[in-house]
């Protein structure tokens, strides 16, 4: 009878075979990553492994959600403050997530994962991107809400929503390529682009 993993253990175990295998992905590539590879960064047999993945597909894509809860709960206390308004908060929300590239690990490894799976065209782009959605989602709210407050001029919200997450989307692969970029000296003009949104 195949054992069992405790309970307690379960989770933990899975978190530390996630980051064995994010440190392959982003040595070698996803296609040249083998489970062998990943078994021996973790010490563990490959019928061990199957206790807690099937496949290294199933590892990248418990990595993406995994990677991704954690960065939501990272900005929830930006979103969750009421005191603040809705330009308020996407003024402090764009610069915060810029500054994540620089001191939070998780937002650097999934920004790499995601150029990985970019440039192999793996399927598990399309989990990314939807998570990556939620991102311009929630920019649309805040702007519909600054509208419906008059803090906010009139515009068309779907538009502008995809054209702060584009913003964001192009400073994040342009740190990912360009390492030791200095992020603070472009939240000034970054800050300058968003001062245009306040209605008049």
Not at 24 to 33: E, I, M, P, R, Y
Not at 72 to 94: C, G, H, M, N, V
Not at 136 to 164: C, N, V, W, Y
């Amino acid at each position: 009878m195949k054992e069992v993993p405790k309970i307690v253990d379960y989770e933990a175990k899975k978190r530390m075979i996630m980051e064995k295998a994010v440190d392959s992905f982003l040595q070698k590539g996803f296609h040249n990553t083998h489970l062998v590879d990943i078994t021996s960064a973790c010490g563990i047999g490959r019928t061990t492994i199957y206790q807690y993945f099937r496949n290294k597909d199933e590892i990248l894509q418990y990595t993406i959600v995994h990677l991704f809860e954690s960065l939501r709960e990272d900005f929830r206390i930006i979103l969750a403050d009421e005191a603040e308004s809705p330009l308020q908060t996407i003024r402090k929300l764009i610069p915060a997530i810029l500054r994540e590239y620089d001191n939070n690990r998780k937002l650097v490894v999934l920004v790499d994962l995601w150029l990985i799976m970019i440039r192999e065209e793996h399927p598990s782009i399309e989990l990314v991107n939807d998570h990556m959605a939620q991102i311009r989602h929630t920019f649309q709210e805040l702007l519909d809400q600054g509208i419906e407050k008059g803090e906010i001029r009139e515009m068309p919200t779907p538009s502008m929503a995809f054209t702060l997450y584009v913003l964001v989307e192009s400073f994040l692969i342009h740190l990912a390529l360009h390492q030791g970029e200095d992020v603070q000296k472009h939240i000034g003009s970054v800050q300058l682009l968003l001062d245009s949104l306040q209605a008049s």
